[in-house]
């Protein structure tokens, strides 16, 4: 039996309320019974609890009212509204002001406990995310890169000792993962920090124009060229050159680059001298440069070359604490770019925020809190100023996706549903057991039962 909370009940109705508190009681639990919302509310103010069951049709003051003045005044106590079928667009509109769950009537022993083990996990999240706002700063970094989690922490470890040497460093990961900003944390940390920063984008130059963009050409080299052009690689001399999505060039110019590499030395486009550059060399992809080479697609003595130094970027999903740092900086920068008043989440919106996989890393959340910014009329970001994928992400255990409901042939289990939610909350604690094991309301030795059970038990 898990830890005992102090459970609120409010219905005006007595058979319907004592039937609920004794539930409750038989659960372990130890309820609170109100008939009168306002009774309900003076409680609030003076005692502790962990959970509000409120029915929604009562006389003097509606479920809906009383749900927005407990969801205003003590944001972190959960609230599961009760309701019939028929009102079930009131209990939307309840959840829709601050409620995180329903109970439909008739209701079961079971699916209270299981109501009451939701609310029981959403306080826990709520209350690790008010931890993480109160306690966590980034580690200070020259370009302001954020590495608060341990996976960045990492990063920014590695960084640092590759800039002590003058070593090609690769950088790997998915979109938006933020590589570009690592190559700059990496050039500011260096001694070439006074030197110039040139980044390319190996994708973005039709590959005719890719070697004279690179290694320079003379004037009359090919048809438009008017003038004598310094190639970046020159151009970066006593700086960092960053070749972004470098498996993206092509498979003829990566000799020449290999042996510009090697010579430290570049030959124009049209030009019969070579001119010597002295330009740190970082590169980054998205791609899996392993496989690119055993298809032939990219040149393994070029690999091997750039492959000196290898530092991945972990994806948005894996940084736990990293997201609301940078929601919060993101936030700040667009309202203060914009002049809106807005200076920070809510709650719920930063729970909806750890609880969405962002498929398009930084770049997704930075996008996510202009559009937040721009579109909200408080100072507090809400989960309705989110993009409805991101407020619609699954913020209580058990309750299976609105398309699933509809298809019961794919309806997850039971299992699927607690081994989903024990994989977030060990996402979120960067597989921190005796943390996530707080979270969920288990001990430990609980826990590692279930991972062995769900084969998460190599879990990090």
């Not at 960084?159 to 944390?185: D, H, N, P, Q």
């Not at 590169?283 to 055993?294: G, H, K, M, S, Y």
């Not at 058990?398 to 909350?425: F, N, S």
Request: aromatic share 4%; glycine share 6%.
């Amino acid at each position: 039996m898990g830890v005992t909370q102090r459970i609120l009940i409010v219905d005006d109705e007595q058979d319907v309320r004592h039937m609920l508190g004794r539930m409750v009681s038989h659960l372990g639990h130890e309820p609170a019974e109100y008939g009168e919302p306002a009774e309900a509310l003076e409680a609030l103010g003076s005692q502790e609890f962990d959970l509000v069951i409120t029915d929604l049709r009562m006389p003097h003051m509606d479920g809906l009212e009383l749900t927005r003045r407990i969801s205003e005044d003590h944001p972190d106590v959960p609230i599961v509204v009760l309701t019939a079928y028929p009102s079930m667009d009131s209990a939307i509109d309840a959840m829709r002001v601050g409620a995180s769950d329903f109970l439909s009537k008739p209701f079961s022993i079971e699916t209270v406990q299981h109501a009451i083990e939701r609310a029981s996990h959403q306080r826990s999240l709520r209350s690790e995310i008010r931890r993480l706002e109160r306690t966590i700063r980034p580690h200070p970094s020259p370009n302001g890169m954020v590495a608060a989690s341990a996976a960045m922490a990492n990063v920014l470890d590695l960084l640092r000792r590759a800039a002590e040497s003058e070593a090609t460093v690769l950088l790997t990961g998915e979109t938006g993962s933020g590589k570009e900003i690592a190559a700059r944390e990496l050039h500011a940390m260096s001694k070439r920090a006074n030197g110039p920063f040139v980044a390319l984008n190996c994708a973005a130059i039709p590959e005719h124009l890719l070697e004279s963009e690179l290694f320079g050409h003379v004037k009359g080299s090919f048809t438009g060229a008017t003038r004598d052009h310094t190639g970046l690689m020159v151009q970066a001399s006593g700086g960092t050159l960053f070749l972004d999505e470098i498996a993206e060039m092509p498979l003829p110019l990566q000799p020449k680059l290999l042996r510009a590499l090697q010579e430290r030395a570049v030959r124009p486009v049209g030009g019969e001298k070579q001119i010597s550059f002295d330009t740190r060399i970082v590169a980054a992809t998205n791609r899996d440069l392993d496989a690119e080479v055993a298809s032939g697609r990219f040149r393994e003595d070029l690999y091997f070359r750039i492959n000196v130094v290898r530092v991945a970027m972990p994806p948005l999903r894996r940084r736990g604490q990293d997201i609301l740092i940078l929601a919060q900086q993101f936030l700040e920068r667009q309202a203060n770019k914009s002049g809106k008043s807005v200076v920070g989440l809510t709650a719920a919106a930063a729970e909806k925020l750890m609880l969405y996989p962002w498929p398009g890393n930084v770049r997704e959340l930075q996008n996510c809190m202009e559009r937040a910014v721009a579109l909200t009329q408080h100072d507090h970001i809400k989960v309705s100023d989110l993009p409805k994928e991101i407020a619609e992400a699954e913020p209580v255990l058990g309750e299976p996706e609105p398309e699933l409901a509809r298809t019961p042939d794919r309806v997850p289990t039971l299992d699927e549903i607690e081994r989903r939610h024990i994989v977030r909350v060990l996402n979120l604690t960067e597989g921190n057991k005796t943390r996530a094991a707080r979270m969920l309301g288990l001990d430990r030795k609980t826990l590692y039962r279930r991972l062995k059970r769900y084969g998460l038990d190599g879990a990090a």
